[in-house]
C-alpha cells in the first residue's frame, strides 16, 4: 500500500500554525484537537514540527519562559518527511529509525497530509489480516 492510499482513507487535513504562532495557543489546539503535534507551515511549505515531545522538553528545563514563546523558538527544525508515493512499510521504517511519531506527507515541495505512527500501524495490521486470511482460505482449498 503506497502512502497515497493511506491518505485517501484518512484524510487530508492537517491543524496547522504559523512559526510566529503563541506556544500557549498551540498547545491548546493540540488539546482542543487531541493530536500529539502541528506542523509548522508558511502556506502549504513546511517549515517545522511542533509536537508534544518538544513542548515537554522545554517545560522541563524552563517552564517559565513558555507563556512569552513563540513555536518557531521550540519546535523541531529539521523534519522527517515522506512522499505519497512511499509504501507504508518504508513509512514505518523511516518513523522507527527516527523515533518519531508523526509524520508530514510532501509532494513537490508542498504539504499534502501527516500521519501518526498508530496510522501506519493500522494500516500495516490490516494488511496483515488479508494476508492472513488469504493463506487460510488457500490452506482450506477456498479460492475465489
Known amino acids: ?4 492510499d493511506l491518505l485517501n482513507e484518512k484524510g487530508y487535513d492537517v491543524v496547522t500554525v504559523p512559526p510566529s504562532f503563541p506556544l500557549q ?3 491548546r ?16 511549505a513546511v517549515k517545522g514540527i511542533l509536537t508534544e515531545r518538544d513542548i515537554l522538553r ?4 524552563d517552564p517559565a519562559s513558555m507563556a512569552a514563546m513563540k513555536v ?9 518527511v515522506a512522499l ?12 522507527t529509525k527516527n523515533r518519531i511519531r508523526h509524520l508530514p506527507i510532501v509532494d513537490q515541495g508542498w504539504m499534502q497530509g501527516i500521519l501518526s505512527i498508530g496510522d501506519v500501524v493500522n494500516a500495516l495490521r490490516k494488511k496483515v489480516e488479508v494476508e492472513n486470511n488469504y493463506m487460510k482460505d488457500y490452506i482450506r482449498g477456498v479460492f475465489s
Request: aromatic share 2%; net charge negative; hydrophobic share 50%.
Open 1 to 4: 500500500m503506497k502512502i497515497r
Open 25 to 27: 495557543d498551540a498547545m
Open 29 to 44: 489546539l493540540l488539546v482542543e484537537h487531541n493530536i500529539g503535534s502541528v506542523v509548522v507551515a508558511q502556506e502549504k
Open 58 to 61: 522545554l517545560a522541563a528545563n
Open 72 to 80: 518557531e523558538q521550540v519546535m523541531t527544525k529539521d523534519v522527517v
Open 84 to 95: 505519497p508515493e512511499d509504501s507504508v512499510d518504508y513509512v514505518m521504517e523511516i518513523m
